[in-house]
């Protein structure tokens, strides 16, 4: 399907915002380490957050919604990542400098304008991630272009925030939010593209364009979740949607993908509905118990639910027969949306409707007597659901309200991008940016100094960089292309610049070409920090370990957190042979293969070499071999 | 053109914006440097450049823009003036308690204008409402702002006016009053009225906040209901400071006002109970009393105002080295009494002696309370304390200096007569003496 969809025809405009970690040792308003930690926590603390009221008497209506349920948010902490900053119990220290200067880099590199003055905001967000219920934002350049291929793209600005704390889980029917404060206060740069952009494989294009140029300034993260790519999608006669964390690069362009596919998807079952004669009258918000209909249910699922006292609730989708199963994305279809509403304002674990059934071991008769009490016929739908009562009534309201949405088009929202392109509603778009100065933080000049001296240091130009790797250490093109391409170019220079016996292509190639084998492989390679990358290639340089055991020690330490490269040769059984060790062994085989020997003369010198690295690879470099075998023939 | 003078703006920055013809509010476009920037002129505050223009742009964000010969500033729309529109007042239930939050100061609600950035506060019955909806279900609330200061700037004269501001209500019979108070020297005011408000029918209760309530972490909205529910339908009659217990957002501890010490320069549970335990705590809408042994309401009881103090009192810290014609100092400008914060169980160098000698001679009244904070004064244990003893000067038992500070100023704004004074400081009038101090390990060391 996506491959028929003329993007341009249909008129497809994305914008990307690009958010990474910065790399610069501590947070942004706190001396914390910007590390996550994974033990148990050594302080709990509970929270509730109060929607502020604007002039205007303004609330974000899913924030209050969520305050009024009373929910409750549990922060966990340690000492290592979180002080009383991130708990909201005591005033943010000055902005980090260094967090500044590496956005100033970025800005800079992207043709963009400086600002003179920055001054910190306080962006309301009041599900928890924050604990003071706002991000700390500020914008330190606007309006430049970076090009891609021939195509220059716009940069509407260059911000830098502080990132949120982590989501745990939600206990207690959803009544409390679980967050780890480790994440929050680690520097971010979000960077932000004016939404020129036509089709999914161009954003994918020009997101790669500007990660590169933020891994050129040396000081952003790598590894998991450093990177998140925001997307504004829209098609005419759909809606903007806001699709948060795309954290694969590759899933870019399937994202968008599937998002018009489900905007198109919307479109149509608007007009069917047109076309069935279904208006916002008939889609009433009824809610009728059918909890008596499920009491000897043979269904598993919904008679757990019901001899917890839950009621199950139902409610009719007038002429929605059909629809509800309707694909709009890959395993994605109409019922599931209206489930995520459901899960999202009514706390409950999912919904059931009738095009699905009979599923889950309920029989079509107990479906029949559903239909029966709502008064559907057979061109309207069904969701049912069960929980407490509370809950089943916000969700069915959720529900009736999405479908009378359907009629008129599709709601502006924000979507969670998950693993497998879709995406997942995830909140109402938040109305205009409710954003208040950050009184606790003084305005920040950016001097022509300061612009000076960060101009005067930018990293070298990816082609500039690639023709110096070429030169420099005589790599080919396509591996300089890959090493630049990959996060690893910093790490390279620096390897080989502490190596003496290791060349640089095979430094090079791994990195690039072995990592990413190994990625392939289902090895977690971001596991494994640069300090052990470097201890590595230290040990093969010294002579402890075989170039050739490099991949296995790398996998056996991304499986194994925490742990050294002598902890790895030591569980692998690598370690190295002391020249005494292969003295005995080189002995072995020259007796041996005595007769062979004397029929090649010097020309026996390969085959021996052949067998004695075949028993000892991994454990002995070549060299070493070579000069021994050489010794005794 | 008043308002622009007014805005912050200076030199450069302020000529060209005038030239412009432009307001606090407009909307203004800026050329520098070749790019234009558009947005709403904030004002500018005292901190940083005053010729770096503020905008809030379209985006929200504000950004400063430097102000040169290079720079045009044209006005590009006029601002719309906020509009706010109070909820309509909830319906008042007449069985709850009647509650009146008076105000010092700081702001125990307040709204933020999204547009400019500004917090204002928001302190008449509806506005408190409409920020703190839960309180129609609690008490009836009337409000009145008797200052708007700082609580650093305020003084005893205020304490005296805040006193019979008090009284006026308490004598039309409410059930209890909230005052708002700033946390910096919330503790001194309310071991000052412990003083001034006697014989209570009903409780009085301070309460303030240390994050600022125009964010949503603010503990201000639940430590106002803890201390309206405490104020309408706390079982005792006391002065008492209910603030968060802990760091989170669950119980509210009801400290006795001359007993509650500020602790902690930021924390939410900055004021602890000193040598005493809170008299209460506020958990889930519920009064939990922590004390036996405390003033009960009751309507029938005349308050007593005793709402005078004496502003010539000394609060003398020492420390090694101390020069003693500090002392000396204080008592040549003519002040009645030194408050004198000995180390330990109650020492003061033997340097000082003369001077305190001096001090007591020429009838200026001295107390004594520890720089630990923590524990009780013991005079008799090493020569030093005996013989301050015998010099005259009047151990204050387990009284943290700032809660001895206070009672020396009221002792000596009820009579010139010394004896009487020192009659008055050695009396338990609102709990500063406890019997026994317990060991608070949990307070003082940290739960284990």
Known sequence: ?633 | MSEMEKSGYKGIALRLLKDANCQIGDIVRITSKGKVYEGILIPRSELGDATNIIIKMKSGYNVGIAASENVTVEKAGVGTKPMFASPALPEQNSVLPHVVIMSTGGTIASRVDYRTGAVRSAMSANDLYGVVPELSEIARVDTEIVFSIYSENLTPKNWTTLAQKIAEHINQKVDGIVIAHGTDTMGYTAAALSFALQNLPVPVIFVGSQRSSDRPSSDAATNLIGAVKAAGEAPFAEVGLAMHETISDSAIAVHRGVKARKCHTSRRDTFKSINGFPIARVLNQEILMQEGDYTRRDFSKQLVLKPDFCEKVALVTFYPGMDPSVIDFYVNQGFRGILLEGSGLGHVSRFCFDSIKNAITKGVVVALASQCIWGRVNMNVYDTGRDLLNMGVIPLEDMFPETGLVKLMWALGQSSNLEEVKQLLITNIAGEFTPCTLPQDKIIYGAQ
């Open chain 1, 1 to 633: 399907m996506a491959t028929t969809i003329d993007y341009a025809k249909i008129g497809l405009k994305v914008g990307l915002e690009i958010h990474q970690q910065l790399s610069v040792g501590s947070k942004l308003f706190c001396s914390c380490q910007p590390e996550l930690f994974k033990d148990e926590p050594e302080t709990t603390f509970l929270r509730r957050l109060r929607p502020t009221q604007s002039e205007l008497g303004q609330v974000d209506p899913a924030a209050f919604f969520e305050f009024q349920k009373g929910v409750k948010i549990i922060y966990e902490a340690n000492h290592k990542c979180a002080c009383l900053v991130e708990m909201d119990e005591e005033p943010p220290h000055l902005l980090n400098m260094d967090a500044l200067k590496v956005v100033l880099t970025a800005s800079l590199m992207m043709n963009m304008q400086p600002v003179d003055e920055v001054h910190v905001m306080r962006k309301t967000v009041i599900d928890g991630s924050n604990t003071t219920g706002f991000q700390r934002t500020c914008i330190i350049a606007l309006d430049g272009w970076i090009k891609v291929g021939e195509k220059v793209i716009p940069m509407q600005a260059a911000s830098l925030e502080e990132d949120a704390a982590r989501k745990i889980c939600t206990e207690d029917e959803g009544k409390t939010i679980r967050y780890r404060v480790d994440r929050l206060g680690i520097p971010l740069i979000e960077v932000a593209t004016a939404p020129v952009i036509y089709s999914p494989l161009e954003a994918q294009h020009v997101a790669l364009a500007i990660g590169r140029i933020l891994r050129d300034t040396g000081k952003v993260m790598r590894g998991l979740g450093v990177i998140r790519q925001d997307l504004n999608v829209s098609i005419p006669n759909g809606a903007l949607i806001e699709i948060k964390g795309v954290q694969e690069l590759e899933l870019i362009s399937t994202v968008i993908e599937y998002e018009v596919q489900r905007q198109l998807g919307w479109i149509k079952v608007k007009e069917e509905l047109h076309s069935l004669g279904i208006s916002k009258d008939v889609l009433k918000p009824e809610f009728v118990a059918v909890t008596d209909v499920f009491r000897e249910s043979k269904s598993k699922v919904i008679r757990k639910a019901v001899d917890k006292n839950f009621k199950v609730f139902a409610v009719k989708l007038a002429g929605f027969a059909g629809l509800l199963g309707r694909e709009l994305m890959p395993n994605f279809r109409v019922g599931s949306e209206l489930s995520d509403y459901a899960k999202f304002w009514g706390r409950v674990g999912g919904i059931f409707h009738t095009d699905e059934m009979p599923n889950y071991g309920i029989t079509p008769e107990e479906v029949t007597k559903v239909c029966k009490k709502v008064n559907a016929t057979e061109n309207d739908g069904v969701v049912f659901v069960a929980d407490i009562e509370e809950n089943c009534k916000d969700a069915l309201k959720a529900v009736i309200e999405r479908t009378q949405e359907a009629l008129i088009g599709i709601p502006t929202e924000t979507r969670t991008a998950k693993d497998d392109g879709t995406t997942r509603y995830m909140r109402p778009r938040p109305g205009a940016a409710r954003m208040y100065p950050e009184t606790d933080i003084p305005a920040q000049a950016i001097t022509e100094e300061l612009v000076k001296n960060v101009q005067a240091n930018l990293p070298e130009p990816a082609e500039r960089k690639l023709a110096r790797l070429m030169k420099q250490y005589t790599l080919n093109e396509k591996l300089s292309k890959q090493i630049i391409d990959s996060e690893y170019a910093t790490l390279f220079e620096e390897i080989v610049k502490e190596t003496s016996t290791v060349t640089a292509s095979t430094v090079a190639a791994f990195l690039t070409e072995t990592v990413k084998a190994l990625k392939r492989d289902g090895v977690t390679v971001e596991n494994v920090d640069e300090k052990q990358i470097k201890a590595l290639f230290a040990a093969v340089d010294s002579g402890t370990l075989a170039k050739e055991a490099t991949a296995d020690v790398f996998s056996w330490l991304a499986k194994n957190e925490n742990k050294t490269i002598q902890d790895a040769t030591t569980a692998l059984g690598l370690k190295m042979f002391t020249e005494a060790d292969l003295e005995i062994i080189v002995n072995r085989i020259i007796t041996t293969n005595k007769q062979v020997i004397e029929q090649n003369g010097k020309n026996a010198f390969g085959m021996l070499m052949g067998i004695v690295m075949k028993e000892v690879r991994g454990k002995a470099t070549p060299e070493l071999v070579s000069k021994i075998l050489k010794q005794k023939l």
